[in-house]
């Protein structure tokens, strides 16, 4: 199946600092969705973004849909203790018939207090 | 808020036994999702529903079936469990409205098969 390349797989960061992420594909998307999952728990839903260049932000986070359709980042600003977790891309292909999405990885972010 | 839940977080059964796990959401969505998680795989769609009766396979469908009698519940079927398929399931949910992709996950079934 299609491929989403997340970046970096993992980070480790100081308290107080800003995180950035990105994820890229060879395909163009329609919609990029950006989540969190704390371990042991179901995904969460941060970030859902429909328009190309489209900037969106959910308080101390920000996603941007790429001009170009085939990234998006996901930045964190002044990280805290909870921002530990992974953090997942996915997006909804263009031309794709179904409600199927495409998923990264993940980014394992870990924050030292 | 969008609710998801599923019948067990944690579930330990033998080789071969038939498992069933349960999953309701209460945003009246049509579309409903089982996706299973491994470490370095990432999410895998294992089969979706648009609809009530309605199943469609998605990426990894062997060795599981499913069930949607109620628009408000997916159940995924292990038929014959084994123990390649000792993984975390996700079940999600999503709207058909405008097009929205959103998928809202529940909290996951973390299954070991012996």
């Known amino acids: 199946g299609q491929q989403l390349n997340q970046s970096p797989q993992s980070m480790f960061i100081q308290e107080g600092e800003d995180v950035s992420m990105n994820c890229t594909s060879s395909s163009i998307f329609n919609t990029w969705l950006w989540y969190k999952q704390d371990p042991g728990e179901g995904p969460v839903l941060l970030i859902a973004l429909y328009k190309a260049g489209e900037l969106t932000s959910n308080g101390r986070l920000t996603a941007q849909f790429g001009i170009t359709r085939k990234d998006s980042f996901l930045n964190i600003s002044a990280s805290i203790p909870s921002d530990v977790g992974i953090y997942f891309c996915?997006?909804?292909?263009?031309?794709?018939?179904?409600?199927?999405?495409?998923f990264g990885k993940g980014t394992k972010l870990s924050v030292i207090p | 808020d969008v609710k998801v839940t599923q019948s067990s977080r944690y579930l330990v059964k033998r080789t071969g036994e038939k498992v069933f796990l349960e999953c309701v959401q209460d945003m009246d969505h049509e579309n409903m999702f089982w996706y299973r998680q491994d470490p370095g795989l990432g999410l895998r769609l294992i089969y979706f529903?648009?609809?009530?009766?309605?199943?469609e396979k998605g990426d990894i469908p062997e060795g599981y079936s499913v069930s949607r009698e109620k628009k408000e519940r997916f159940s995924l079927i292990l038929e014959s469990a084994s123990t390649n398929q000792t993984s975390m399931y996700l079940c999600a949910s999503s709207s058909r409205d405008r097009g929205l992709y959103e998928q809202y996950f529940g909290p996951g079934t973390r299954l070991t098969v012996t």
């Open positions: 996915a997006g909804q292909l263009t031309g794709a018939g179904s409600y199927q999405l495409t």
């Open positions: 529903s648009y609809d009530v009766k309605m199943k």
